[in-house]
């Protein structure tokens, strides 16, 4: 289509260990997008229950998705990490680092298994399985590593806290899970004798708690569940002590951090009858609120000063949940129903989404998309997880508070009494409460409120939400006071959340990527629908429901909404209404139609508009082609923060369109896009340091950003970073990593990964042999017509590995790939050649083994020349052969076998055949214009010496050339 890519990024379609210390050098996070005032706060949280090899634990995944809640509320950008293998964190932790710039609020939450070795604190991804100390190293993550990311950062503050001091996992580990560790060791190689001991070391070497942990030169705060080397407890109820004290203080309007932390040891003090003392250590010189009073909350969300700075990822769980299920429980939808369950297959509201589902008509049933190709690695909550997280959502849903959607209309707040003066003790501070005149009652303010008045409470723009109190006493005759409370609860809406726009000024929250929405576009119009009926009055739903529609492809629908949001003078659905006109969608293709609209909202300082109009110049559509006007709108649009003009830009400078390419300019560009969350520009800088393009190969800065991308689920990203860690680039090879992010892939559409995973299943690999399995994964990938795929799945059938043997029809698969794959090409040959299962067919063998020997395939060479040497699919020709042979060899490189293989099929040669050989290649070569007789004279011994001074060696030692002389010109 015309327009595609106009406005939006990434669309979807249906060196030992880590090195961070390099990366902390190599990578300098102080270098922003674009300049700022503003703190951005960015918060990873980490939450770790269901391990794999060890023993589970109840509440780590709880406590985090708490705490990540509590957090977004604060206006944290959280990347939230939940029961996570060692590749998801160190994604999840790349993510983080990439955020993390001059001036950031920076917060680092992990709760789960951490153990002490050597003084240094291991933090344990679910997947670790380790047979020995250094195992338990190398699939671990160091604390400390992440503490100095945030020091490096330019970050002005940072938090560390670790609730991680339960146990070593080891001490007590179960005889069930030690045979795992011990089986899946000796299937790699390692005796068994050597695994006891590694686990019985492993048992004695942190025993108790936690080492202390240096905070570097920057403001920093780090605090543990308990004191180092003590144990924390996990906790009898649905969180652990430290969490539960932390999320019921951390909100309190106004709290200093030094205050709340104190608050934090007491209540875990008297929960643990003195058990459990928490320890904090602290450089920090300035005062930190998590819930400041007053300011402008825009300027500390995350995702609200600058237009598409941002991850535009959803908020954590635990909000998209309760904010999904509130907005669709009373519609009697069965279509919002089947989304939430297809987008929350674990929501804490499963049971009555299944339940309502079943009473709208539908079958929940049939929501199930379970692939058995593909390996389980993703643990499911256990029932006792899964019932806590359930209450945990049934008790914060509907509280006593009043509740108010951000971005509506006030709230009216009813004061019971004959009227009188009203006193405001304790203003709100998510929101503004004012009288019948419009002012807005400050603290310590005086309103008269006539008998029977209200007052009003709108929420700020720019917080993420949260329950606020007004606090304040209506003052009668002779004195008397009544005193009032009112609490409200603001929340985004959850049309808000899964649809709305981070190139929207009039946005309400970050935002999400066109990638997200593009993967629920379901769940998206299902919300929207119901935000449509329940604000009919407010543009921004139906833009957004605009928004999804498109996602979906139903352009009728979305035509509507946003016509009546352009009607309304809803700036940014201009821009969009203009891609329709752009592409054609749902409306006759008007390239002038889309240009006025386009304009429209670029003068009224819509980002997205200058992408657009960049866009028309760009490929000359309805307008002559203007690259140098094209670029001009891109860097008006990069100047108001919309990263996908930075990643046009970038690549105006990449590919040299209307400017002189030049690489160091890209990945500036590219860089300040991808800091600033935006998909593509990840994944291309990714790939120009993983293959070098314009730039030193550098596979350290390759895996980062392919993490990145990665940590936001972009399937094709998943894909690269598990080749990264199968080929061993830039890391330990790991093919446990491998597998896992090739099956992450997969399930998000990745058909590469199919084929990758295939290839890996029919490897024969220890712990990943099953052949039935890569048959079935090769079969869908060469459906769909992935390279390599047909290859792969021709050797299964020839060898009649997990599939019925059909040498047929491995040839046939062999032949489809021969033209753009030479050892492919081999392989046909071969194949053809063979009688295991079908007649030989010589000249198709010859065919394709001279397109394999054309691309320089050594083995190809020699079994060539063996068909020719026989006469078999073409004529005799012995000094072809002999060429073929030597082209074997001079190929061969550190193939010993192959070498010794061509040595030998030349034996029978007389020196006059190699002579009359060589000859025949100098004449080819232009080198010789005599006689082809096997005679060395001195014209054939110059020519020779010219050949070689060629190739930069010395002129044979002898006068008659030998088997290897005729390699060395046979190779070329």
């Not at 300035?286 to 609200?304: E, H, L």
């Not at 012995?878 to 061969?892: E, K, N």
Request: net charge negative.
């Amino acid at each position: 289509m015309a327009g595609r890519g106009a406005i939006d990024g990434w669309r979807c379609s249906p060196a030992v260990r880590w090195g961070w210390s390099i990366l902390v050098a190599l990578f300098p996070l102080g270098v922003q997008a674009q300049d700022a005032t503003f703190a951005p706060r960015v918060a990873l949280v980490i939450g770790n229950s269901a391990y794999l090899s060890v023993e589970p634990l109840p509440n780590p995944s709880n406590d985090a998705r708490l705490i990540a809640e509590k957090l977004w509320l604060a206006g944290f950008e959280v990347i939230e990490s939940i029961d996570s293998d060692r590749a998801t964190m160190l994604a999840d932790i790349a993510t983080f680092q990439s955020r993390l710039r001059d001036g950031s609020e920076a917060l680092f939450y992990y709760a789960g298994h951490g153990v002490q070795i050597g003084g240094r604190n291991y933090l344990l991804p679910i997947s670790v399985a380790p047979a020995s100390v250094e195992d338990l190293k190398t699939q671990s993550i160091d604390a400390q590593l992440v503490v100095d990311i945030m020091s490096g950062s330019g970050a002005r503050l940072n938090l560390v806290l670790l609730d991680a001091c339960r146990n070593n996992p080891f001490a007590s580990i179960s005889a069930e899970n030690a045979d795992q560790i011990i089986s899946r060791s000796i299937a790699l190689g390692l005796p068994e004798d050597q695994v006891s001991r590694g686990l019985t070391l492993l048992a004695d070497v942190s025993s108790e708690g936690l080492a202390e942990m240096t905070a570097g030169s920057v403001e920093t705060m780090i605090s543990f569940a308990t004191a180092p080397g003590s144990v924390a407890l996990d906790g009898a109820g649905r969180h652990s002590p430290y969490t539960e004290a932390l999320a019921q203080n951390i909100d309190q309007p106004g709290l200093e951090i030094s205050d709340l932390f104190r608050a934090v040891r007491a209540h875990v003090r008297e929960a643990t009858d003195g058990t459990q003392i928490t320890w904090t250590t602290s450089t920090l010189e300035n005062r930190f609120y998590f819930s400041p009073t007053g300011g402008d909350p825009r300027q500390t969300t995350a995702g609200m000063a600058v237009a598409g700075d941002t991850l535009g990822i959803l908020p954590p769980d635990r909000v998209v949940d309760r904010a999904f299920w509130r907005a669709i429980r009373n519609s009697g939808r069965a279509e919002a129903f089947a989304a939430y369950l297809r987008s929350m297959p674990d929501g804490a509201f499963r049971e009555e989404a299944e339940a309502q589902l079943r009473a709208a008509g539908g079958d929940p049933a049939t929501l199930i998309d379970d692939d058995p190709l593909l390996p389980d690695f993703a643990p499911a909550r256990s029932a006792a997880e899964q019932g806590e997280a359930r209450q945990d959502a049934l008790d914060s849903l509907d509280g006593a508070a009043l509740g108010v959607t951000i971005g509506t209309a006030a709230q009216p707040l009813k004061i019971d009494g004959e009227g009188g003066w009203f006193w405001v003790s304790d203003p709100a501070h998510l929101g503004d409460v004012s009288g019948a005149t419009g002012t807005v009652l400050s603290d310590g303010a005086v309103q008269w409120l006539p008998p029977g008045a209200d007052l009003a409470y709108l929420p700020k723009v720019g917080t993420n939400g949260g329950v606020d109190t007004l606090k304040g006493a209506l003052l009668g005759d002779g004195g008397a006071a009544t005193l009032v409370e009112a609490q409200f609860e603001t929340v985004v809406d959850a049309c808000d959340l899964l649809a709305g726009n981070p190139y929207d000024g009039q946005r309400v929250t970050a935002g999400t990527r066109q990638f997200i929405i593009d993967r629920n576009f379901d769940a998206a119009i299902a919300v929207c629908e119901i935000a449509v009926q329940t604000f009919p009055d407010v543009p921004r739903f139906w833009a957004q429901l605009a928004r999804s529609y498109r996602a979906a492809g139903r352009y009728d629908e979305a035509l509507v909404w946003q016509q009546k949001a352009v009607d309304a003078g809803y700036v940014n659905a201009a821009v969009y209404l203009g891609q329709m006109y752009l592409d054609g969608q749902a409306v006759p293709q008007d390239f002038a139609k889309a240009k006025e609209l386009f304009e429209y909202a670029a003068s009224q300082g819509d980002t997205a508009a200058q992408t657009a109009l960049a866009w028309i110049y760009r490929a000359g559509v309805g307008v002559p082609q203007d690259y140098a006007l094209a670029l001009s709108h891109y860097r008006e649009g990069a100047a108001l923060g919309n990263d996908w003009a930075m990643t046009n830009i970038a690549e105006f400078y990449k590919e040299g369109y209307g400017v002189a390419a030049d690489p160091d300019e890209a990945v500036r560009w590219y860089t300040a896009a991808a800091k600033s969350g935006e998909l593509t520009a990840q994944t291309r800088l990714a790939r120009m340091y993983q293959v070098g393009d314009g730039v030193a190969q550098d596979y350290t800065l390759a895996r980062f950003w392919f993490e990145t991308a990665a940590s936001r689920g972009v399937p094709n990203a998943l894909t690269r970073l598990g080749l990264m860690y199968e080929e061993g680039q830039g890391t330990e090879k790991d093919l446990d990593a491998a597998v896992r992010l090739y099956t992450r892939a997969a399930r998000g559409g990745d058909m590469e990964a199919r084929f990758r995973l295939g290839k890996v299943y029919a490897s024969k690999a220890p712990l990943y042999d099953d052949p039935v399995r890569a048959a079935g994964l090769l079969t869908q990938a060469s459906e769909a017509n992935v390279f390599g795929a047909n290859r792969e799945l021709a050797k299964l059938y020839e060898q009649g590995r997990g599939i019925d043997k059909d040498l047929a029809k491995a040839r046939a698969l062999y032949a489809t790939e021969a033209d753009k794959n030479p050892w492919a090409a081999r392989d046909a040959g071969r194949a053809y050649a063979s009688d295991d299962g079908a007649e030989p067919l010589y000249d198709e063998a010859v065919r394709f083994y001279r397109i394999a020997v054309a691309g320089k395939v050594p083995p190809a060479a020699l079994e060539l020349g063996r068909l020719v040497a026989a006469g078999k699919g073409a004529d005799p020709d012995p000094d072809a052969a002999l060429i073929l042979f030597a082209r074997a060899l001079g190929l061969s490189g550190s193939d010993a076998k192959l070498a010794d293989a061509a040595r030998k099929a030349a034996e029978g040669a007389s020196a006059e055949d190699i002579t009359r050989a060589v000859q025949t290649l100098l004449t080819e070569q232009g080198h010789f214009a005599g006689t082809v007789d096997g005679k060395p004279g001195p014209a054939t011994q110059s020519a020779l010496a010219e050949a070689f001074a060629k190739l930069g060696l010395s002129a044979p030692a002898t006068d008659v050339p030998t088997f290897d002389d005729l390699a060395i010109l046979a190779a070329i």
